[in-house]
C-alpha cells in the first residue's frame, strides 16, 4: 500500500503539472476538433473508418470503435509528443535527488511515470469520448445511447497500443542522444516500425489461421477480424480486409457520393482474444520498470554538459571559409552562429552530410531529391532551437543588454539558418545550375521556408517539438515523392503554396522574435 500511495503521489504531481500549463488544454480542444471530424455528415460522402468504402451507422458501438482505431493510429504516434520530457524534468530540477531519498524504488519511479502518461492519455480519450456521443446524437442515425459499447473499443484496443506509447516516451528521456532532435525524428520511425509494420505482419499471419489470438498493437486485426464475422451474412459485397483510417481524407474522392452502410450496434469481442490485448499492456508496464537500472545513468548525465553543447572540434577550414563573412557587425555574427552550430556537430553527422551530398550529385534525380530531404532533416534542430537559446540557457539578460541586440541576434540567427540550408543542398543546386535544369528556383524556395517556418515556430511556440514534428510528417511524405519537400516533383500550386508559407513565416517571424527575446530577458533577470 506504501508503494501505491508514492506512485498515485507522483502521478497526481505529473497531472497537475501538466494541467496547469495553456498548451495541454489547447491539445484537448485540438482533440475535441479532431474527433467531431471523425463523424462527417452522411451528404458529405466522407469516411473516417472506411471498410471498403462503407462504414456502419453512428450507433455507441461504431463511435467508439471509430473512436478506438482513430485514437490507436492517431494518439500512439502525436500522443507521445504530448507527454514525453517528465522524466528529464525531474532530472533537470533535481526532483530526482529528492526521490532517491525516499523509500521510492526506481522501478516503482518508473511505473509511476508510465501511469502518469497513461492517465493523460485518459484525460485525452476522456473528451474524445464526450465529443463523439454528442457527435452520434447530433448526426441522428442512431441516437440509442449504450456506454459499454462505447467504452469498449478504447479499452480493448487504444489502451494497450498507448501502453506502448507510455513506455517509448520514458525510454527516450533516459537515453541522452534521444531526449531532443534526434530522439523526436527517429520516434516517427519506431512509430512505422511498430505500429505500422507489425499490423501488416500481424495480418498477414491473421488471414492464414483466421484467428486473432494475438493481434498487432493498434489492434487493426483484431478489428478485421470481427467485421469478417459480423460483415459475411450482412453485408457479403464488402471486402472486411479493406480497412483504412482517415479523418475525411481518404475519402475526397467520395464527395457527392453516397456511402454504403451497415449496422453495427454491438461489438463482439471474442474472449481468446483479451490475452493478445493485455499483454501489449502489461508489456509497456513491465518494459518501462525494466528499465530501472538504467535511472541512476541516465541521472547522471544531466549534470554533465551535452554533446551538442561541448566546445565543439577545431574545423580550422571553417575558420577560412567564414572569413570573407567576418565584416561588419552582423557578418561577425552570422560567423559566429554557423562555427557555433557546426563545430558541436559530431562526425557521424558529418559523415551523413556527406553520403547525402554524394547522393544528390551522382544519382538519378528522383534518388538525389530524396537525399535532399534527408539533408534538411539533419539540421532541423539548428532551425527549431536557434531562437531559444537564451530560454534554454536562461542566458537573456546577458545576451539582450546591448542596444538593439534582439533585432540583431534575431537577424544574424536568420541568415545563418537560411546559409545552413542551401549548404545542406548545395549538390542538388550546383547540378541543377550545371545541367540547365529548372529545378534552382524550387531548392531555393524551399529552403529558405525550411530555415524560416523552423524559426518562426520556435519563436511563436517557445518549443521545439511542433516544427520538428511537422517536418518529420513532412519529410516522411517527401522521400515517397509528394508533399512541399518533394522538389523535383513540386507543381506549380506546390510551389505557389511554398511560396504563400515562407512568406507568412517571415512575417510570423518579425512579430514573435522581438517578444521571445523580451521573455527570456526577464527570465533571465
Not at 541522452?176 to 507489425?198: E, I, K, S
Not at 459480423?230 to 475526397?252: C, K, M, R, W, Y
Not at 481468446?272 to 541512476?296: E, I, K, N, Q, Y
Amino acid at each position: 500500500m506504501d508503494a501505491l500511495r508514492r506512485i498515485f503521489a507522483i502521478l497526481l504531481a505529473d497531472l497537475r503539472e501538466r494541467t496547469r500549463t495553456a498548451r495541454f488544454w489547447i491539445v484537448l480542444g485540438l482533440v475535441g476538433v479532431a474527433t467531431w471530424l471523425c463523424f462527417p455528415a452522411f451528404e458529405s460522402g466522407q469516411l473516417a473508418v472506411s471498410v471498403d468504402g462503407a462504414r456502419g451507422r453512428y450507433s455507441s458501438a461504431w463511435t467508439g470503435l471509430t473512436l478506438g482505431m482513430f485514437y490507436s493510429t492517431l494518439l500512439t504516434w502525436l500522443g507521445f509528443y504530448l507527454v514525453r520530457g517528465t522524466v528529464l524534468r525531474d532530472f533537470d530540477t533535481r526532483v530526482w535527488q529528492l526521490l532517491v531519498a525516499t523509500p521510492m524504488t526506481r522501478s516503482g519511479y518508473l511505473v509511476a511515470k508510465w501511469a502518469s502518461h497513461m492517465a493523460v492519455f485518459s484525460c485525452v480519450i476522456a473528451v474524445g469520448l464526450v465529443v463523439g456521443a454528442l457527435a452520434q446524437w447530433v448526426r441522428a442515425e442512431d441516437r440509442a445511447f449504450d456506454l459499454v459499447e462505447l467504452v469498449k473499443p478504447v479499452l480493448v484496443i487504444t489502451l494497450p497500443a498507448l501502453s506502448l506509447t507510455a513506455f517509448f516516451a520514458i525510454l527516450f528521456d533516459l537515453v541522452p542522444m534521444l531526449r531532443r532532435t534526434g530522439g523526436n525524428v527517429l520516434y516517427f520511425f519506431a512509430y512505422l516500425t511498430v505500429f505500422a509494420g507489425l499490423t501488416t505482419s500481424f495480418d498477414q499471419g491473421a488471414n492464414a489461421a483466421n484467428l486473432q489470438l494475438m493481434s498487432d498493437p493498434a489492434g487493426f486485426t483484431l478489428v478485421s477480424h470481427s467485421f469478417a464475422q459480423a460483415l459475411a451474412g450482412q453485408s457479403p459485397a464488402i471486402d472486411f480486409t479493406n480497412v483504412s483510417v482517415s479523418i475525411g481524407a481518404g475519402e475526397l474522392g467520395r464527395i457527392g457520393e453516397a456511402p454504403r452502410l451497415f449496422e453495427w450496434t454491438t461489438w463482439q469481442v471474442e474472449a481468446g482474444t483479451l490475452p493478445g490485448r493485455l499483454f501489449w499492456l502489461l508489456l509497456g508496464l513491465a518494459g518501462s520498470a525494466a528499465l530501472a537500472p538504467f535511472v541512476d545513468r541516465a541521472a547522471a548525465r544531466v549534470s554533465s554538459a551535452p554533446a551538442g553543447d561541448r566546445a565543439g572540434r577545431r574545423l580550422r577550414w571553417l575558420d577560412r571559409i567564414l572569413a570573407p563573412l567576418e565584416h561588419g557587425a552582423l557578418g561577425t555574427l552570422v560567423a559566429a552562429e554557423l562555427r557555433l552550430a557546426l563545430r558541436r556537430r559530431s562526425l557521424l553527422w558529418w559523415a551523413a552530410m556527406l553520403v547525402a551530398a554524394i547522393v544528390q550529385v551522382a544519382t538519378p534525380l528522383p534518388n538525389a531529391a530524396m537525399a535532399a530531404v534527408v539533408a534538411w532533416m539533419l539540421g532541423i534542430d539548428v532551425h527549431a532551437r536557434a531562437l531559444l537559446r537564451e530560454s534554454e540557457t536562461r542566458t537573456g539578460g546577458l545576451v539582450f543588454t546591448a542596444p538593439d541586440a534582439a533585432r540583431r541576434v534575431s537577424l544574424a540567427r536568420l541568415c545563418s539558418a537560411l546559409l545552413l540550408s542551401l549548404f545542406a543542398v548545395a549538390p542538388l543546386l550546383l547540378r541543377s545550375l550545371a545541367t540547365a535544369g529548372d529545378l534552382a528556383g524550387p531548392v531555393l524556395l524551399v529552403a529558405a521556408a525550411v530555415a524560416v517556418l523552423g524559426l518562426a515556430a520556435g519563436a511563436l511556440f517557445r518549443n521545439p517539438r511542433p516544427y520538428e514534428l511537422a517536418m518529420v510528417v513532412l519529410a516522411y511524405v517527401g522521400v515517397q515523392g509528394s508533399g512541399p519537400l518533394a522538389v523535383a516533383a513540386q507543381s506549380p500550386a506546390m510551389t505557389t503554396a511554398v511560396g504563400i508559407a515562407l512568406a507568412a513565416g517571415l512575417l510570423l517571424l518579425v512579430a514573435t522574435a522581438p517578444r521571445l527575446a523580451a521573455a527570456s530577458e526577464r527570465t533571465t533577470s
